[in-house]
């Protein structure tokens, strides 16, 4: 599939990096896909693989160590990875697009050339900190300051549901520097591991996406140089908001890879389930829902391509950035209940894909926005227009 805008050489690279993101997939994923998930185990050294593969600083320039590629290329990084595992794809998609991305898009020389190559390389594992107990789509309303103390800060609170709370080396956290409520009263900070004052805390026992680490990051008298906050003071918020445009697309094309492996599963199965004398792909009831899984899965990597092309050429893409998600999110849900059903009774047990594919979908209507916050964002969109 070659969409508007992609030259010949840009669709020629996005296809070799879509070939090896898959093949590193089914070397070094798919064989441990349940063991992961089972255990909760999160493979720092596959991650740390993946660094060395360039799949950890797609979008960041090869000066700093990245491999300087683009949107499209970065959303076939995700489907790839994400059709063999959603897991390790919002793993990778919350390292390359929030932490990563925060300080490519805000950090100054100094602070990018400080962190983005270990982040870019795989040799730092990125986290990255909005959400609190409690202030889940209210951002607004966070409880964790920090208070200027000379050329330090003192940070005090905690965040919740932060990927690779524990296994991350450092974390972009965006904190209350002013009022509550304030959108211009919050400030980015960059928080190394191992420095005074800063934990983490349990790792959260979750439905699906297990493989991924998700817990809590906690601030007790933590003192961090001004060298690490990250644009002007009260810029927080605001750059979080751009953050999460660019992170959006990256659950949609979470989304679309996880759909796809569901898909995948489903048409697979009915091509070798043999009822009432024939395949099961041969009655018209299962062939219209694989039909109407396919139609709608392209119609979502549509949707998301053309706002990872918007985000390419520098143009604001708030509205499609959150079409994309929506549309994808929901449509991996609906594809991911449907594979179940083709698998029948088979799907509800573990020696078949579909019921981790079903687990792992429902996260992606909830991290980095709700549904209802992308059509919020859509809606406010349309009638400011």
């Not at 909005?130 to 940070?155: K, N």
């Not at 009774?345 to 429902?362: H, I, L, M, Q, V």
């Amino acid at each position: 599939m070659q969409w508007i805008h992609e030259t010949p050489e840009a669709a020629e690279t996005r296809k070799m990096v879509a070939d090896s993101a898959r093949a590193f997939a089914e070397q070094h994923i798919r064989p441990f896909v349940m063991e992961w998930d089972e255990a909760q185990f999160f493979p720092k050294e596959v991650f740390h693989a993946l660094g060395q593969q360039g799949f950890l600083g797609v979008l960041v320039p090869e000066a700093y160590g990245g491999s300087g590629l683009n949107y499209q290329s970065y959303i076939s990084v995700i489907d790839e990875i994400s059709q063999v595992c959603g897991s390790i794809g919002l793993s990778v998609a919350a390292h390359n697009s929030l932490c990563t991305g925060h300080i490519m898009a805000f950090g100054s020389e100094e602070q990018k050339m400080r962190w983005l190559p270990k982040l870019a390389t795989g040799a730092w594992i990125g986290a990255w900190g909005l959400t609190e107990t409690g202030t889940g789509s209210d951002a607004g309303g966070m409880h964790t300051t920090a208070v200027r103390d000379g050329d330090h800060w003192v940070l005090n609170g905690s965040k919740n549901f932060i990927t690779h709370a524990i296994s991350g080396d450092v974390a972009v956290v965006i904190v209350r520097t002013g009022e509550k409520g304030d959108s211009h009263g919050m400030t980015a900070f960059v928080v190394e591991k191992g420095t005074p004052g800063f934990s983490s805390g349990k790792k959260e026992n979750k439905l699906g996406m297990r493989a991924s680490e998700t817990g809590g990051l906690f601030f007790d008298q933590c003192r961090i140089p001004d060298a690490n906050r990250l644009g002007e003071v009260g810029a927080g918020f605001i750059q979080s908001m751009k953050i999460l445009d660019g992170g959006r697309i990256s659950i949609a094309a979470l989304s679309i890879g996880i759909a796809k492996g569901a898909m995948n599963a489903a048409l697979h199965y009915s091509k070798e389930r043999e009822q009432f004398g024939k395949k099961i792909s041969e009655f018209q009831a299962i062939a219209f829902k694989l039909a109407d899984m396919a139609t709608e899965i392209e119609a979502s990597e549509l949707l998301t391509r053309h706002a990872g092309a918007l985000k390419d050429a520098g143009h604001k893409m708030s509205k499609e950035s959150a079409m994309a998600k929506l549309m994808a999110s929901e449509v991996c849900v609906r594809v991911a209940n449907e594979g179940i059903q083709v698998h029948g009774g088979y799907g509800y047990t573990k020696d078949y894909p579909a019921e981790k594919f079903y687990r792992d979908a429902k996260l992606c209507t909830i991290g980095e926005g709700t549904s209802e916050i992308q059509r919020l964002v859509i809606s406010r969109t349309l009638l400011k227009g």
